[in-house]
């Protein structure tokens, strides 16, 4: 009974290929988030959506596009991917009258940009 | 620029020694003050949390200080188990935030047998 389930949680594809993570959770949760860890653990936000509406935005390239379809489901779509793009993205879910507690982080996607 | 500075960046400790890990904010306006723990393939999970109204908050072998005048913050572990071995992040956050954490850079503890 996975509460914020993630896939794939490995990706190796090629410079310039096109690819989406996904991310849901059972938990009842209205927020959802997604993380990037770099080679060095550094956690960092890049996105955040509440009831399927975009809130938190930080400076990510536009190459990263999240979609909301509901809001038990975020995923990421990542275009023309660079080496840089390389990391493990985490996504969590919270609800936000429970804010700052009840964040859930998933177990992460794995992404090896070659 | 980092938000929430922490150190070291890696700990080793004998079994049944403390691990202490220090963190410092700047931004007044953080009024949660979480701890991460993260094992290996695994997503941070929630260790323990304090609120700038308390100085100490302690749970089972683990204690968070708070120093709201020097901004600082540390967790202790104590007893420290080798099953404690992880990385562990402090992190912050202001209420009206919409859940934005601000991480510190992690701090890899090693529990030697």
């Known amino acids: 009974d996975t509460a914020v389930s993630q896939t794939p949680k490995y990706l190796v594809t090629q410079m310039g290929n096109d690819k989406s993570i996904k991310c849901e959770q059972n938990?009842?949760?209205?927020?959802m988030y997604w993380y990037k860890q770099d080679s060095k653990k550094f956690l960092k936000i890049m996105f955040s959506y509440n009831n399927k509406e975009l809130i938190i935005n930080e400076t990510v390239p536009n190459r990263f596009s999240p979609k909301s379809p509901d809001k038990a489901h975020l995923n990421l779509h990542i275009n023309s991917l660079e080496l840089g793009d390389s990391a493990v993205y985490f996504c969590a879910s919270s609800r936000y009258t429970d804010l700052p507690y009840g964040y859930t982080f998933g177990s992460g996607t794995r992404l090896t940009v070659v | 620029q980092q938000q929430v500075k922490q150190s070291p960046q890696s700990l080793i400790v004998q079994k049944g020694g403390i691990s202490i890990i220090n963190c410092a904010y700047e931004n007044t306006a953080f009024d949660y003050f979480p701890w991460y723990q993260q094992f290996p393939g695994k997503g941070p999970a929630l260790l323990i949390a304090i609120r700038p109204d308390v100085s100490e908050k302690k749970e089972g072998r683990f204690t968070i200080s708070f120093n709201k005048s020097a901004k600082q913050f540390s967790l202790h572990i104590m007893d420290s188990q080798p099953g404690d071995s992880a990385t562990y992040f402090c992190a912050a956050t202001s209420t009206d935030s919409w859940g934005k954490f601000q991480f510190g850079a992690g701090t890899q503890v090693v529990v030697t047998p």
């Open positions: 938990l009842g949760h209205d927020t």
